[in-house]
């Protein structure tokens, strides 16, 4: 086993890590990120130098962090922004009482910046017009069955896989993607991801404004799908993920006890401008959710079709 890289960070702030990067955790069976039982946090990723796999441990008063693979320096380099040091949430003010108290409560959420485009952009196509349930499993199966083993200590890294580079997405047959149940549009929308890799990849050195856009000149890639991106490649404190079926019925709820639709959570946004998605992430972390009034959503099998 190679000796892993290292380093100690400590943050000028309250981190909490869980919050921090929770958001990269595509569903509790994720196999590019773990919890271990000793409270480690860890992370199978593709950087632009190769795979590679990091453990963040607080510890100090900070994070000790250790990298295996060709990638590790590069994700030690970026360790700060990932963990949030380019956020600022001292921008922030709360005006609504429930957000005002969320603020207070976690005083440890800070937005992360991955700076990896295709990593976030190819699982929020996934979740695109399905459950939450159905996304997380195809993601899941491709990373299984497509992707590489993570690299790193066998007694923790386990079945983590760290996702397939773009030639291998490119490869995968259409039986495969049918498998995972991911339908034809989906699948497609990814392809022509992966088969403009570099030009992805740039959008990370852009304005999040300028990374949105390059991202929706792809077709298949909407307003949607490039806000759940830049969220997570950027921290972009204000991309509001529009075209939500659930989001803005929950905003509305919770700060005017009625559901509203896209124009609405925007207007009830608006005080927020330039710090909407902290504004977002505050709200949910409350747990207010507007009472069910239809069935849930019933999931779609595409393998069945």
């Not at 595509?26 to 990091?54: C, E, H, I, K, N």
């Not at 008063?61 to 990932?82: C, F, K």
């Not at 295709?118 to 399905?130: F, N």
Request: hydrophobic content about 40%.
């Amino acid at each position: 086993m190679d000796t892993p890289r290292t380093r100690h960070w400590v943050p000028n702030a309250p981190l909490d890590l869980d919050l921090v990067l929770g958001p990269l955790r595509r569903g509790p069976g994720d196999p590019a990120f773990r919890v271990t039982p000793d409270g480690s946090l860890w992370r199978a990723t593709r950087t632009p130098d190769g795979p590679a796999t990091l453990r963040l441990t607080p510890r100090d008063g900070g994070v000790r962090a250790e990298t295996w693979g060709p990638g590790a320096a590069w994700l030690l380099d970026r360790l700060p922004e990932l963990l949030g040091a380019h956020d600022e949430p001292a921008g922030f003010t709360p005006r609504h009482r429930l957000v005002h108290e969320a603020h207070r409560r976690h005083p440890g959420l800070r937005l992360c910046r991955t700076g990896l485009v295709l990593e976030s952009l190819i699982p929020s196509i996934l979740e695109q017009k399905v459950t939450s349930d159905e996304a997380y499993r195809a993601w899941r199966l491709l990373l299984q069955r497509y992707g590489e083993p993570a690299p790193g200590p066998a007694e923790w890294v386990g079945r983590m896989r760290v996702m397939p580079a773009p030639r291998a997405w490119a490869l995968i047959p259409s039986w495969g993607w049918h498998q995972a149940g991911v339908d034809a549009k989906r699948s497609a929308t990814i392809l022509r991801a992966v088969r403009a890799a570099a030009r992805m990849e740039e959008a990370a050195a852009m304005t999040p404004e300028r990374a949105a856009a390059r991202l929706q000149a792809l077709p298949g890639i909407g307003p949607w799908t490039a806000a759940e991106t830049v969220q997570r490649t950027h921290g972009d404190p204000d991309a509001v993920t529009v075209g939500d079926l659930h989001l803005p019925g929950v905003v509305g709820h919770a700060l005017t006890g009625a559901r509203t639709d896209d124009a609405g959570m925007l207007e009830l946004l608006a005080p927020y401008a330039g710090q909407r998605h902290r504004a977002v992430r505050l709200i949910l972390l409350t747990g207010v959710r507007p009472p069910r009034r239809a069935p849930r959503f019933a999931p779609r099998d595409f393998r069945l079709i």
